[in-house]
């Protein structure tokens, strides 16, 4: 039934109070006398490694993970996990030696490091495209997913949805970053235990069709035996799902790039880390890759499930649109057979997903715009209490323009893979002007511009070579493309480089050692714990 019931608008309202009370405390709990603008954009010093940890995995979840990734689960099953347990070992890579530098030198946005290394054109160029996506791409197609997925299981109109979902992100991001990191705990645990109830009703579900009961164990045994070929992380060349995920890509190829882009190079990812000191940073980002390993299980899974039930005839009109497949459709679907109140509490951790995404860009949004536009462009001399102003009302407006620009978004289908690709065409460019400038000093800002440059275009005629040579050109996995991309790239940067060399001033120096790069033990542990659960996943699914 694709509507919500009394018990389960009673949980959602519980968890809308719980989250707006606790965001309020938090707000008069640790606000200063005198407003300070890194303290509201960055909420400086305050933010605990578990709260970091819980807003990095709240920032990165939402709606396309629920519905996007079970989609691709029910489409081609286990494999589609990479994007997350690959995730994992990234932000180890990122905590050792990423991380270390932005905190060494001071960095709170990702302008602001283009602007130290290179000069104020490079990272204008950047802050400029930056918005621009974050508003039009990241924003929008946030609102759009969470507003169709909630829309789809309950009575409340698409529209409506859209607003909802915009105003209660507003509410939150306005409090600030201290606001935004430590209601993201909740929001992560609601999401956690919401996403789990799912999939323990999808394995129950299984198990019972199958005669077993509700022996979830019984019903993870059916899904390898009647789903074998969704449960295989490596494609080969002759899979139909190669061009998804090419082979051995995921593993050092163009996923590393997408990842170390994403989660070390992403201003409204990194900027969790920016305000605590170097410890309590790499912890937040241990956490965090711990919840990671996680994600496939609340959101990978229940799409097999449905997959397998509806080979076995169930389903065949919920998961089609005008008589085609839909894998999108697993998840609400699965979603609208919870009963009253466990309906609630899922609805409220896709809610919590969404909000908690929404709030994590917005937040970025105006951190760029307040940092490294006006107050670089507009007004020099503005107050902290005046940045902070304008950092407010730059919430507003985006979310307000994204909001009006969403419905324009219909046509999407297949929704994760489609987000990926896309962003996957600025990673590259992203990834070689961020790793140059940190560990080649002889990166000129030259090179650094036709790098900010080149990206897209190169990145559009590689995609689209094959069409405009007739199939002379091969088509690529858009794995390989970033590849090639993120190579060509660098080969650029570093000839420009070399054949105009460039005397880096004081200002422009990043300050790069060894010394940067130890880590304690506890880390250490910590990080070899996951690299060992990662090592036995793919050896029993490779």
Same mark, same amino acid.
């Given at each position: ?180 990191? !430590?209601? +993201?705990?909740?929001?992560? /645990?609601?999401?956690? %235990? #919401? $996403?789990?109830?799912?999939?323990? =009703? @999808? ?37 139909? !799902?190669? +061009?998804?995920?090419?082979? /051995?890509?995921?593993? %050092? #190829? $163009?996923?590393?790039?997408?990842? =170390? @882009? ?50 076995? $005839? ?5 998961? @089609? ?222």
């Amino acid at each position: 039934m694709n509507h919500l019931q009394t018990a389960d608008y009673i949980v959602f309202f519980i968890y809308f109070i719980a989250i707006s009370s606790y965001g309020y405390y938090i707000y008069h709990k640790k606000k200063s006398k005198d407003i300070s603008s890194k303290d509201f954009f960055l909420a400086e010093g305050s933010l605990t490694w578990w709260a970091i940890g819980a807003s990095l995995i709240a920032s990165n979840i939402s709606a396309e993970h629920f519905i996007g990734m079970s989609g691709s689960g029910f489409a081609l099953g286990l494999a589609i996990a990479s994007y997350e347990w690959m995730a994992a070992a990234t932000l180890i890579i990122v905590a050792v030696f990423i991380i270390p530098v932005y905190l060494k030198n001071k960095i709170f946005t990702m302008p602001q490091f283009l602007a130290k290394r290179y000069n104020d054109k490079v990272s204008t160029v950047m802050a400029v495209f930056w918005l621009l996506v974050y508003v039009f791409v990241n924003l929008t197609s946030i609102i759009y997913l969470g507003a169709l997925a909630i829309s789809s299981i309950s009575n409340i109109s698409f529209e409506w949805c859209i607003v909802g979902l915009s105003i209660f992100s507003m509410i939150v991001t306005l409090g600030g970053m201290k606001v935004i990191g !430590y209601t +993201d705990v909740i929001q992560v /645990l609601v999401l956690i %235990i #919401g $996403g789990l109830v799912t999939t323990y =009703l @999808a394995l129950s579900l299984l198990s019972n069709e199958y005669g077993f009961g509700n022996d979830i164990f019984a019903g993870l045994s059916v899904l390898r035996k009647e789903a074998p070929t969704h449960f295989h992380m490596i494609f080969n060349s002759s899979d139909k !799902y190669y +061009d998804k995920l090419p082979g /051995l890509s995921i593993l %050092i #190829g $163009g996923m590393l790039i997408n990842n =170390l @882009a994403y989660w070390g190079c992403n201003q409204y990812i990194v900027q969790r880390a920016l305000g605590a000191d170097l410890n309590t940073a790499r912890k937040g980002i241990l956490f965090a890759a711990f919840l990671k390993l996680l994600v496939p299980v609340i959101a990978v899974l229940p799409g097999i499930v449905m997959f397998v039930l509806h080979n076995k $005839g169930l389903f065949q009109t919920e998961m @089609a649109s005008d008589g085609v497949i839909k894998p999108d459709h697993a998840y609400p679907t699965l979603m609208n057979l919870l009963p009253p109140g466990l309906k609630g509490v899922a609805f409220a951790a896709l809610t919590a997903a969404i909000v908690a995404s929404l709030a994590g860009k917005a937040n970025s949004i105006s951190t760029i715009f307040s940092l490294d536009i006006y107050k670089k462009f507009f007004n020099k001399d503005a107050s902290d209490r005046k940045m902070v102003k304008v950092g407010r009302w730059a919430v507003a407006i985006s979310m307000t323009i994204a909001a009006i620009v969403t419905p324009a978004l219909k046509s999407l289908d297949q929704a994760y893979q489609f987000i990926q690709e896309y962003v996957g065409f600025i990673s590259p460019g992203v990834l070689a002007i961020f790793l140059l400038g940190f560990f080649w000093k002889r990166t000129t800002a030259a090179a650094a511009m036709v790098g900010a440059l080149i990206t897209i275009p190169l990145s559009t005629v590689l995609k689209f070579l094959p069409v405009w040579t007739n199939g002379a050109f091969p088509d690529l996995p858009f794995f390989n493309r970033m590849e090639i991309d993120f190579v060509v790239i660098v080969l650029l940067m570093v000839g420009i480089s070399l054949m105009k060399p460039q005397t880096l001033t004081n200002e422009q120096a990043i300050e790069v050692d060894t010394s940067m790069f130890k880590i304690s033990t506890s880390f250490a542990i910590g990080a070899i714990i996951i690299m060992g659960i990662l090592t036995a996943l793919y050896t029993i699914f490779w």
